[in-house]
């Protein structure tokens, strides 16, 4: 298998918008991650935060200005711009970005954007009225046609006091998009959908059956396709999901609803997805009949009668048929021993038609952000991820699904 080199050291360009509080944030996230970090502000920038928070920080030297690289080199910008496996410019001010887009050299930031050849990623923050104004966006059109990413500002309350579309994204949202922009896009193109979470079943108007899933794996497998360039969208139950703003989230309550949901998706909608991957923990069962108002106690002993639920995976492996399009994966989680699973994954793997089934256990998988896995393939293959974070066992699933 090709190993993918990761690439990390990030310079962090900052220029002078009241957002530039948020790099600092934003610097701490690469750094707790693993990534080196050196910080290019222009002089603007150091009116809004200090040189030497982001010092602190990162604990590397702040490049200001020029005047103030060091007599030894002379020629810093340059040894940044080498330096880096993508700049990533957090606040990009209106101004700022238009000398980018004109090609001036006049602060050290400047200067680098032009000497450097890694990707460039901006995160423009600036009042709404600027931010729409035409030749800003005449600015970040082109400039994204030449391959500058662009994380899109966020709409709300700006600290103009406007309302709008003009501030910055959140550190969390600029990292997602670094990360992408440092990856190998071996998924672009390629239309992915993700189901992850419980789902519930009502009893009646204040109670439900679910399951412990946390949908972690499904948010890890979202998150890390997104990295590698597919188009993602997230059905997901009643859990939190934090993914990259791009990912497509349908949040769904029960197995009926996510059944209808990934049936649209997958034949009805523009998306056609080239995979699908059932990450979602679908409750096998409903109650037969859901009581409008609310169960009282009045006997000793209660009984739900249950009924099934249609099985999404293998209704999906079924419509397919022959077709190997779209590529199926599903989970397995079990309580047994390995043998068994593996047995598990295998019939399910026939039974459901699929290419792929990701086998686990319910005490390795449920609510941990680590996981260990077995992956069994149509081919007969069959391999073991050993206990990892959830985004790793997700790397390998898109790695062996890219073989399938
Ligand atoms: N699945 C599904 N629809 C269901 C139940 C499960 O699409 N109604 C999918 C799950 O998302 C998972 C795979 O089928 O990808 C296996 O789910 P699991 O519950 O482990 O297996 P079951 O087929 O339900 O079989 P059993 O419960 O008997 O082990």
């Not at 009116?47 to 020629?75: R, Y």
């Not at 409008?292 to 492996?317: T, W």
Request: one cysteine or more; aromatic letters at 6%; a neutral charge.
């Amino acid at each position: 298998m090709a190993q993918r080199v990761e690439r990390r050291k990030i310079v962090l360009g900052i220029t002078g918008s009241i957002a530039a509080y948020k790099s600092a944030e934003l610097a701490r996230l690469f750094v707790s991650r693993g990534y080196p970090v050196k910080v290019a502000m222009t002089e603007a920038a150091r009116e809004f935060i200090s040189a030497l928070t982001l010092e602190a920080i990162t604990g590397n030297p702040v490049s200001t200005d020029f005047w103030s690289e060091s007599a030894a080199s002379g020629i810093g910008h340059i040894e940044l711009a080498d330096w880096a496996d993508a700049v990533v410019v957090a606040p990009a001010s209106a101004d700022f970005i238009a000398k980018y887009r004109a090609g001036f050299a006049e602060n050290q930031l400047l200067a680098l954007l032009l000497a450097t050849r890694a990707p460039v990623i901006l995160a423009p923050a600036m009042n709404v009225n600027m931010y729409e104004h035409q030749r800003t966006q005449e600015n970040l059109r082109e400039l994204k046609e030449r391959g500058v990413q662009i994380v899109d500002p966020e709409e709300g309350v700006l600290a103009c006091g406007w309302n709008g579309r003009g501030r910055m994204a959140s550190p969390w949202e600029v990292f997602y998009n670094v990360r992408r922009g440092l990856s190998e896009q071996d998924y672009a193109g390629k239309k992915v959908l993700i189901t992850t979470g419980p789902t519930r079943e009502a009893i009646d108007p204040v109670r439900f059956i679910s399951n412990r899933s946390s949908g972690k794996m499904g948010v890890a497998l979202a998150r890390e396709a997104f990295r590698r360039g597919a188009d993602v969208t997230l059905i997901h139950g009643q859990v939190p999901v934090k993914v990259p703003s791009a990912v497509r989230c349908l949040e769904v309550t029960s197995a009926e609803d996510m059944y209808q949901q990934v049936m649209r998706e997958t034949y009805e909608s523009e998306l056609q997805p080239d995979i699908v991957i059932m990450a979602a923990a679908v409750a096998d069962y409903r109650p037969k009949d859901v009581s409008h108002s609310k169960i009282k106690k009045l006997d000793e002993s209660l009984s739900l009668a249950l009924v099934r639920n249609k099985d999404i995976l293998k209704e999906l492996g079924a419509r397919r048929a022959d077709n190997p399009r779209p590529v199926l994966v599903g989970f397995a989680v079990e309580t047994g021993e390995i043998d068994e699973l593996i047995e598990e994954a295998r019939e399910k793997l026939q039974r459901k038609n699929a290419d792929m089934i990701v086998g686990n256990f319910a005490a390795d998988a449920f609510d941990l952000d680590t996981n260990r896995v077995w992956l069994v393939d149509k081919h007969g293959k069959q391999s073991e991820v050993a206990t990892t974070f959830k985004s790793r066992v997700a790397n390998k699933i898109l790695d062996r699904i890219r073989k399938l």
